[in-house]
């Protein structure tokens, strides 16, 4: 893409609030942010090209710090929580305007016109104002990239303001603390200030996404990746941190349409944005070779470190945050898809690493199952990952994807449960965890078996296997599968001692039955008889 010629129309920034002496710098490409960004000292280049960067005392989300405007439009749609917090409109117009007379103060700002939605019949114009260069070049990589053309009558209709060098006054100001990001459907902008995580611009548009999306177009929003055949024949991918998402999605013998956020029209899937934002840690050119080779010019990698004297990254190291991350552009990866929109899914898996050795490595669901999983969003973290962790610890996030999630998770299983039957798609649920005991007795599930076991169900291969019920979850475990040693599809034959399986079964069910009693009373008769059984 060449450099833009044409350039913003300052009165819109005025008329939004900015300083008419700040220079503005727009639409800058991503080599530029890049120099200006080491030029001022905000980052450095390592050894392959890619701009790291340290975004501070935030190193990750804080779905604590993560308000929305309650007012005439959200008061009786959002599901409040603890991921929806509300907050009144004075809270919000109040720190509008201190963060764009903050703004107005600087020498220079950089403002970026952008979208989401690979599919235009959805596309959402969004102008996206940062502190940081760094800050516009991961909204670059990111959204979705107007033409120069598409830019020359570009109205936006969301705004995105960023300020990690402004701190916010509790006591004055209603926030929890110094940081925070508002979401005002009505002002329709995304506050962010005191934090210079970038994850809180991608994340802030997807819960708006999450909103709009289900209730205006009857599109269901997804917190997945995606892929397809050299058949056309489309694959999504759910699953939390951890479970393999990005891994199983990114596969040689198909076409990536995206690894984080989607939606489910009528005819087809696509791509909320224009870029990838992958974890780093522990990445190595033989497990990721696609991430891996993204990490050159135009890549933005953040809380790195280096091995010692070099501009090596130390992809190991965890002294800042295990939560290293990178951003690039969709087109880094060589069999991206172009534009980033699939055909009607055929096959859907639910990704789970089980560390108590319970689920089975693959199993089938019926619809009602899959709507129970699907507002569950169960995995289990390993001793280690957290502070405090020493044995498995139960996670659930509801659709996979709980912190953005401004509906109640019912909507979005009726959507997808309609989905599934109306396009009479297949819904798998894979365990990439533990097997034969949980951790530490029991042993990881070979990546070589689960990819086998998710071709045999993109190949139609078990369509013609025999299947048992799982006797307390109650999800069909083929039998056979190839390449899979028979012996592991059914968990209970794994353990030495199926007594000890059975009790821990029984109480993982229960942890399972107890988390979903938050949204019983939201969901259908037919979604609670798929609860597993604690008899």
Same mark, same amino acid.
């Given at each position: 893409?060449?450099?833009?010629?044409?350039?913003?129309?300052?009165?819109?920034?005025?008329?939004?609030?900015?300083?008419?002496?700040?220079?503005?710098?727009?639409?800058?490409?991503?080599?530029?942010?890049?120099?200006?960004?080491?030029?001022?000292?905000?980052?450095?280049?390592?050894?392959?090209?890619?701009?790291?960067?340290?975004?501070?005392?935030?190193?990750?989300?804080?779905?604590?710090?993560?308000?929305?405007?309650?007012? $005439?439009? &959200?008061?009786?749609?959002?599901?409040?929580? !603890?991921?929806?917090?509300?907050?009144?409109?004075?809270?919000?117009?109040?720190?509008?305007?201190?963060?764009?007379?903050?703004?107005?103060?600087?020498?220079?700002?950089?403002?970026?016109?952008?979208?989401?939605?690979?599919?235009?019949?959805?596309?959402?114009?969004?102008?996206?104002? !940062?502190?940081?260069?760094?800050?516009?070049?991961?909204?670059?990589?990111?959204?979705?990239?107007?033409?120069?053309?598409?830019?020359?009558?570009?109205?936006?209709?969301?705004?995105?303001?960023?300020?990690?060098?402004?701190?916010?006054?509790?006591?004055?100001?209603?926030?929890?603390?110094?940081?925070?990001?508002?979401?005002?459907?009505?002002?329709?902008?995304?506050?962010?200030?005191? &934090?210079?995580?970038?994850?809180?611009?991608?994340?802030?548009?997807?819960?708006?996404?999450?909103?709009?999306?289900?209730?205006?177009?009857?599109?269901?929003?997804?917190?997945?990746?995606?892929?397809?055949?050299?058949?056309?024949?489309?694959?999504?991918?759910?699953?939390?941190?951890?479970?393999?998402?990005?891994?199983?999605?990114?596969?040689? !013998?198909?076409?990536?349409?995206?690894?984080?956020?989607?939606?489910?029209? !009528?005819?087809?899937?696509?791509?909320?944005?224009?870029?990838?934002?992958?974890?780093?840690?522990?990445?190595?050119?033989?497990?990721?070779?696609?991430? #891996?080779?993204?990490?050159?010019?135009? $890549?933005?990698?953040?809380?790195?470190?280096? #091995?010692?004297?070099?501009?090596?990254?130390? #992809?190991?190291?965890?002294?800042? &945050?295990?939560?290293?991350?990178?951003?690039?552009?969709?087109?880094?990866?060589?069999?991206?898809?172009?534009?980033?929109?699939g055909g009607l899914p055929q096959n859907i898996f639910f990704l789970t690493c089980d560390a108590y050795g319970i689920l089975p490595p693959i199993s089938k669901l019926t619809p009602g199952q899959a709507m129970y999983q699907f507002i569950?969003?169960?995995?289990?973290?390993?001793?280690? &990952?957290?502070?405090?962790?020493?044995?498995?610890?139960?996670?659930?996030?509801?659709?996979?994807?709980?912190?953005?999630?401004?509906?109640?998770?019912?909507?979005?299983?009726?959507?997808?449960?309609?989905?599934?039957?109306?396009?009479?798609?297949?819904?798998?649920?894979?365990?990439?965890?533990?097997?034969?005991?949980?951790?530490?007795?029991?042993?990881?599930?070979?990546?070589?078996?689960?990819?086998?076991?998710?071709? @045999?169900?993109?190949?139609?291969?078990?369509?013609?296997?025999?299947?048992?019920?799982?006797?307390?979850?109650?999800?069909?475990?083929?039998?056979?599968?190839?390449?899979?040693?028979?012996?592991?599809?059914?968990?209970?034959?794994?353990?030495?001692?199926?007594?000890?399986?059975?009790?821990? @079964?029984?109480?993982?069910?229960?942890?399972?039955?107890?988390?979903?009693?938050?949204?019983?009373?939201?969901?259908?008769?037919?979604?609670?008889?798929?609860?597993?059984?604690?008899?």
């Amino acid at each position: 893409m060449s450099i833009p010629t044409v350039s913003i129309d300052l009165k819109k920034l005025l008329q939004l609030g900015l300083n008419e002496a700040t220079n503005v710098h727009y639409q800058l490409m991503p080599d530029a942010l890049a120099e200006q960004a080491v030029n001022r000292g905000l980052g450095v280049y390592n050894d392959t090209g890619a701009l790291c960067i340290n975004t501070g005392e935030f190193t990750g989300r804080s779905p604590q710090d993560k308000f929305i405007v309650k007012d $005439a439009i &959200t008061e009786n749609t959002v599901h409040w929580n !603890n991921f929806n917090i509300p907050v009144t409109e004075e809270v919000f117009l109040n720190l509008r305007k201190k963060v764009l007379d903050y703004l107005g103060s600087k020498e220079e700002i950089w403002v970026r016109d952008a979208y989401a939605c690979a599919d235009e019949r959805f596309r959402l114009n969004i102008r996206v104002v !940062n502190e940081t260069p760094w800050g516009n070049m991961f909204a670059y990589n990111m959204f979705l990239r107007p033409t120069e053309a598409e830019l020359e009558n570009f109205e936006p209709s969301w705004h995105v303001i960023q300020a990690p060098g402004f701190k916010a006054d509790p006591k004055v100001d209603g926030t929890r603390q110094h940081n925070f990001a508002i979401v005002s459907f009505t002002h329709k902008t995304i506050l962010i200030g005191g &934090t210079g995580y970038t994850g809180e611009t991608k994340k802030g548009i997807f819960t708006i996404l999450n909103y709009l999306l289900p209730q205006e177009h009857q599109v269901l929003s997804m917190h997945c990746s995606a892929n397809v055949g050299k058949d056309g024949d489309t694959a999504i991918f759910f699953g939390l941190s951890g479970t393999g998402k990005t891994t199983l999605s990114a596969d040689p !013998n198909r076409y990536l349409i995206g690894d984080d956020e989607h939606g489910w029209t !009528n005819d087809g899937i696509f791509n909320f944005e224009g870029g990838c934002y992958a974890k780093t840690i522990d990445l190595t050119e033989e497990k990721e070779p696609e991430i #891996f080779r993204a990490i050159k010019p135009g $890549a933005l990698v953040e809380n790195i470190e280096f #091995f010692e004297g070099t501009n090596t990254i130390d #992809f190991a190291a965890k002294g800042i &945050t295990e939560n290293t991350r990178v951003s690039y552009p969709l087109h880094f990866i060589s069999n991206a898809k172009e534009p980033s929109i699939g055909g009607l899914p055929q096959n859907i898996f639910f990704l789970t690493c089980d560390a108590y050795g319970i689920l089975p490595p693959i199993s089938k669901l019926t619809p009602g199952q899959a709507m129970y999983q699907f507002i569950s969003g169960y995995t289990a973290k390993v001793a280690g &990952t957290e502070a405090g962790v020493t044995e498995p610890k139960s996670t659930f996030s509801a659709c996979f994807g709980a912190p953005f999630l401004p509906l109640h998770p019912g909507k979005y299983a009726e959507m997808l449960g309609q989905k599934m039957r109306e396009h009479n798609v297949n819904v798998w649920m894979i365990n990439t965890g533990w097997s034969g005991g949980g951790y530490g007795v029991g042993s990881r599930m070979k990546l070589s078996y689960t990819r086998a076991m998710i071709t @045999a169900a993109l190949s139609g291969e078990l369509e013609h296997v025999r299947y048992e019920p799982h006797p307390v979850f109650g999800m069909m475990m083929p039998t056979t599968c190839s390449g899979v040693p028979s012996e592991l599809l059914n968990p209970r034959n794994t353990w030495s001692d199926a007594n000890a399986y059975d009790a821990q @079964a029984r109480d993982l069910a229960k942890q399972f039955r107890k988390n979903f009693e938050k949204y019983a009373s939201g969901v259908s008769a037919e979604i609670l008889a798929a609860a597993p059984k604690v008899d």
